[in-house]
């Protein structure tokens, strides 16, 4: 008897033994990311919209976790960034540079590496890289950039199930901030407990033209929303460029989006149609807050919380009426400045704000070092896995690189640009040339520099280029310039 009862126990200890080693101990990532939501407009990061619309579901991310202060894009447009995340290469590097550039089917990407490591993966909500998503176990995208209210999406296996070999997509009724949620919350429910996740939540909103949820329509309608302080920037010392980017960054919302006469002046134009712009805009923020809220939420009740790295940010910054302008494409901090902020509770302090330069570069290979993988060859980027617990490494980067290769587009008109960022000073290099890139477009526009003092100049207004007192810090600054351009085979 005593024996029988032994073999039994045995037997029983085997295969809770057996299912413990089943269960990969690694963490699961939940990678949140919100088409065009710059880090003005999230409570967070203490801006002048934080008390008109407190985002206290995302801010819960940073209270939990960090709050990157210097991440930084190197393309800032929409399919490049996407592509680098996956990448963890420049454009040069993953072959897109612009809007019109698919991604290559066969390109190594982070979803791959993580696949063929025993992650689950999966990509929910916008995806903008042209071909079908490779290295995911599931997707449920929108063709293309989607819409608002009832999108459609291409789920897993309908790529060429449609008429004519083309994509089948499926109705889905609602808000996409709400619907692409309802998804991700489904792929959670029914994803194998035993093997850790990387999943991919990617809103639509807050993408221009802006279309909230119908229940936040009316949301600070009686409210005046403040003005960033340099919404006003005349450009005077500014180049011969400004005034053709100005026509296609600020006429395309201040222009019919607003309420301002016709024979208004400029600044009256700017105060009136930003009042218009930014209240759109945030009632798109407002959604996904709540939406941030209940995948949180859901972490929470199942208990997946402690093992699951939360990331959370937009695919580059943005502009909130900075310069008078909006969208993004130049090398300003609105726009060259991406929100981070990331909670993993066995290793993130709580409420700690990191100032490392980081890149959107890095994305794929901390999320590579969290899985415990070796980064790849091909990766450009670096993990700052260690820069996360406060323990930043002696040889971390001091300067970044950024190159945007759409020159005078059809409809921003902005000139082709390429510079360095350094802790005080911005040089940048309007070299306005087509190249031959797709969605690219000549121009007349002679090349220009402009240079930043970003330390007593934070907003950007002054360019101090032209006076002779900064020669020696131009020098160094272009031989730094140089230096990156080759680390990144940028050598044009």
């Given at each position: ?19 413990g ?10 990678f ?9 407009a ?8 934080s ?10 991310i940073a ?15 929409s ?8 990448t ?22 982070v ?6 490591a025993?992650?689950?993966?999966a ?33 897993k ?7 004519n ?7 889905y009724p ?51 929303i403040?003005?960033?302080p340099n ?7 500014k ?41 759109k805009?945030?009632?798109c923020?407002?959604g ?5 809220g ?42 060259l ?59 971390w ?18 000139p ?16 306005s ?6 969605g690219?477009h ?13 330390e007593?100049?934070?907003a950007?207004m002054h ?24 680390k990144?085979?940028?050598?044009d």
């Open positions: 008897m005593r024996n029988t009862i032994f073999t039994g126990l045995s037997v029983c200890l085997s295969v809770t033994s057996t299912l080693q089943q269960k990969d101990s690694r963490p699961n990532i939940l949140i990311m919100a088409d065009d939501h710059t880090s003005q999230i409570s967070a990061y203490k801006g002048i919209l008390s008109y619309l407190p985002t206290p579901n995302i801010d819960r209270n939990e976790g960090v709050r990157m202060d210097n991440c930084f894009v190197t393309n800032s447009i399919t490049p960034s996407r592509a680098c995340i996956l963890g290469q420049y454009s040069q590097n993953n072959g897109v540079y612009t809007l019109d550039d698919d991604l290559d089917v066969n390109h190594p990407t979803a791959k590496e993580l696949q063929q025993g992650y689950q993966t990509i929910i909500g916008k995806w903008h890289l042209g071909t079908e998503p490779q290295g995911f176990d599931f997707y449920n995208i929108l063709p293309g950039q989607g819409r608002y209210y009832n999108p459609l999406l291409i789920r296996g309908d790529w060429q199930a449609g008429e070999g083309g994509q089948k997509t499926s109705e609602g808000h996409s901030t709400d619907v692409i949620t309802d998804e991700t919350l489904n792929y959670l429910k029914s994803a194998d407990k035993n093997k850790p996740f990387f999943i991919l939540c990617h809103f639509k909103a807050p993408h221009d033209p802006w279309l909230a949820a119908e229940r936040f329509n009316q949301l600070l309608e009686n409210d005046t403040p003005e960033p919404m006003l920037d005349n450009y005077e010392s180049g011969a460029y400004t005034q053709q980017l100005t026509n296609g960054l600020e006429n395309m919302y201040m222009l019919g989006k607003g309420s301002a006469p016709a024979n208004a002046s400029r600044d009256e134009k700017r105060r009136q149609n930003y009042q218009v712009y930014i209240k805009y945030l009632r923020i407002a996904i807050d709540e939406n941030v209940r995948l949180l939420a859901y972490l929470d009740s199942t208990g997946l919380a402690e093992n699951t790295i939360v990331v959370y940010t937009g695919d580059q910054g943005f502009f909130l009426g900075e310069h008078g302008w909006y969208d993004k494409r130049l090398m300003y901090e609105e726009s400045r991406m929100p981070l902020l990331i909670r993993y509770p066995k290793e993130i302090p709580p409420a700690s704000v990191n100032q490392d330069m980081t890149l959107n570069l890095d994305f794929a290979p901390l999320f590579l070092d969290y899985a415990d993988l070796r980064k790849p060859d091909y990766m450009q980027g670096e993990s700052f896995r260690k820069n996360l617990t406060g323990k930043t490494p002696l040889k980067r001091k300067s970044i690189y950024y190159r945007y290769w759409m020159n005078n587009d059809i409809w921003h008109h902005i082709a640009l390429y510079g360095i960022r350094t802790e005080h000073y911005k040089l940048i290099f309007y070299y040339k087509a190249l031959g890139m797709n690219a000549e121009n007349n526009l002679p090349p220009e520099w402009e240079l930043y003092d970003l007593n100049d934070p950007e360019n101090i280029y032209n006076l002779p007192e900064n020669a020696k810090l131009i020098v160094h600054l272009k031989k730094e310039l140089q230096k990156l351009k080759k990144y085979g940028d050598e």
